[in-house]
């Protein structure tokens, strides 16, 4: 795994530790039903990203937008704060990847 996929994992897996941290507040959002299917989702996601599938990066970039389903989820749940550090590194690291 190449140090971007690495960092992308990292990523992932600590959106998915504060969303197992405790109960979400999927109100604000519409993508998910409910917990199991954030949890599945994110593990998914996960999971591709170590078999080195990376095809579905405009997918996440959705799931990561200022207004998306994990920022909605993130601010009605109390780690907003830490869900923008997160994204801030998403960013940062798709658009490193888009530039090379």
């Known amino acids: 795994m190449d140090s971007d996929a690495a ?9 998915l530790a504060h969303v197992r941290s405790g109960p979400q507040d ?3 959002q519409s993508r998910y039903e409910d917990e199991d ?3 599945a989702d994110l593990t998914e996601q996960c999971a591709r990203i170590c078999r080195g599938d990376r095809i579905r990066l405009r997918y996440l970039r959705t799931l990561f937008l ?3 389903p994990l920022c909605e989820i993130a601010a009605s749940s109390g780690w907003l704060e830490a869900f923008t550090a ?6 940062q690291l798709t658009e490193r990847g888009r530039s090379r």
Do not use: C, K, M, Y
Request: proline fraction near 0%; glycine fraction near 8%; charged fraction near 25%.
């Open 37 to 39: 299917e954030l949890v």
């Open 86 to 91: 997160l994204g801030a590194r998403f960013d």
């Open 7 to 15: 960092e992308l994992l990292d990523i992932l897996e600590q959106v």
């Open 26 to 28: 999927l109100v604000w």
């Open 66 to 68: 200022a207004t998306g």
